[in-house]
Structures are given as structure tokens and as C-alpha cells.
């Protein structure tokens, strides 16, 4: 297993256009996460999923963005209608449910290199 | 909500020095606290994870410290090397973590 992968790794789009990002997480990860992060700051969290169900949203997560895990393997999260305030580093991120022998809050994240979204 | 910061922003020391690198948070009630680092325009890395019921977590050079009553935790980095240099970030919570801003470190050979 590579780890987490994210396609494309660069987006430049015009405002007003959707875009669309794509993370796949590591084979037996079951939790997967969507963060954003701007220049200079930590990411802020946007949504998870464990398997298909996707379990909390931000309120960062406006009406414009979804995002969707349907078989329970990769996501999607997509942006319509982007504005100059979408430009960030979208980061995915995948973990799997803590085995008791490990500790039940033992939940290690592994990220992704993120996809950098530019909007002109 | 939970806030959390790190002091200072930026930090450059000589190789060889040892790091100290400071998070504090608000809310006590954190389930976990993980260290990150994360290299210029790359993901992010965890190097430590604290859960709530412990003090601290060593890996090699590194050392994390808990202190839940006092909204605080450390990261000791041994004997630096410029290979150190990068941004590091603390974040607490258990799914949608809390991240700081991170602490920039510079390693000078």
C-alpha cells in the first residue's frame, strides 16, 4: 500500500467553475477525513466518513461543497460554484477503528499530500 | 469550541540544541493530543499521540508531554538536526481534530 492518495495534487479553476477532488485512502483504513488548510494556518476539519456513512460536517462545509465515500473506499469532494475564498490545500486523511489491544482512542491519522486549489 | 495555539510561530536554533515546542488548548476534554509534522507544501505526519488517560509518549528522539488539568502540552525534540526542519502542528479531539497554527522550526547546520 502507497498510503493516502490525492488526485489532482494541483487545481487551477476560473471563480464560478466546480471542481472536484479525489482521495484514496489506505486499503484497510475504514475512517476517512476531509481538512482544508489556507497558508499559515493548521488544517481545519470538514467532514469524515466511516465505511459510506458520513458521520459530522463542519459549519465550514457550505452548501456549495459534498462530499460522498459511496462504496465505503474512495471520496469525492466536490466545490460548486468556486470563490477566490475556496484557494487552499484540501487534505484527506484515513484511519481505522482502534483494536482493544491498542487502546480504544488510539486514532492515528495518516494524511495525504493534498490537492491545492487555486481559483483566479 | 476548542482553541488551540502554539508558541512561538517560528523558532531557529543551531544544530545539536535541543527543541521545546508549546500547544495549549481550551477544553480539557480532548480525547486525544497529537503532534504533526508537516514539510513545505506536503502533508502531514504524525510523530506523537497522547490519549487522554496518558502523560506522555516518547519515539526516539521525541518526547510528548499531557497536562490536561493546565491545557498544555510539550514537544521535546533531542539533540536537533537540520533534518528536524519543518513545521510542526499539535491537534486534539478524537475524528475532527483541533490543529494549531503549528510552530516553524529552522535547524542551522
Known amino acids: 500500500d502507497t498510503g493516502v492518495s490525492q488526485d489532482p495534487r494541483h487545481k487551477i479553476t476560473k471563480r464560478g467553475q466546480n471542481v472536484t477532488f479525489r482521495c484514496d485512502p489506505i486499503s484497510e483504513h475504514n475512517r476517512l477525513y476531509w481538512y482544508r488548510q489556507t497558508l499559515g494556518q493548521g488544517p481545519e476539519f470538514l467532514t469524515y466518513?466511516?465505511?459510506?456513512?458520513?458521520?459530522?460536517k463542519s459549519r465550514l462545509l457550505s452548501d456549495r461543497f459534498s462530499a460522498e465515500r459511496p462504496k465505503g473506499s474512495f471520496s469525492t469532494l466536490e466545490i460548486q460554484r468556486t470563490e477566490q475564498g475556496d484557494s487552499a490545500m484540501y487534505l484527506c486523511?484515513?484511519?481505522?477503528?482502534?483494536?482493544?489491544?491498542?487502546?480504544?482512542?488510539?486514532?492515528?491519522?495518516?494524511f495525504g499530500a493534498g490537492s491545492r486549489l487555486t481559483v483566479l | 469550541k476548542q482553541e488551540v495555539t502554539q508558541i512561538p510561530a517560528a523558532l531557529s536554533v543551531p544544530e545539536g540544541e535541543n527543541l521545546v515546542l508549546n500547544c495549549s488548548f481550551t477544553?480539557?476534554?480532548?480525547?486525544?493530543l497529537q503532534w504533526f509534522r508537516q514539510d513545505p507544501g506536503k502533508g502531514l505526519t504524525s510523530l506523537l499521540l497522547i490519549q487522554s488517560s496518558q502523560r506522555e509518549q516518547t519515539s526516539g528522539r521525541l518526547n510528548a508531554s499531557l497536562d490536561k488539568s493546565s491545557g498544555r502540552s510539550t514537544l521535546y525534540i533531542a539533540a536537533s538536526q537540520p533534518g528536524d526542519s519543518a513545521t510542526y502542528l499539535c491537534a486534539v479531539g478524537l475524528y475532527g481534530l483541533s490543529f494549531g497554527a503549528g510552530t516553524t522550526v529552522t535547524v542551522r547546520a
Open positions: 466518513f466511516q465505511n459510506e456513512a458520513q458521520l459530522e
Open positions: 486523511a484515513s484511519s481505522r477503528i482502534p483494536s482493544r489491544d491498542r487502546g480504544s482512542g488510539a486514532n492515528v491519522l495518516t
Open positions: 477544553d480539557s476534554a480532548i480525547y486525544n
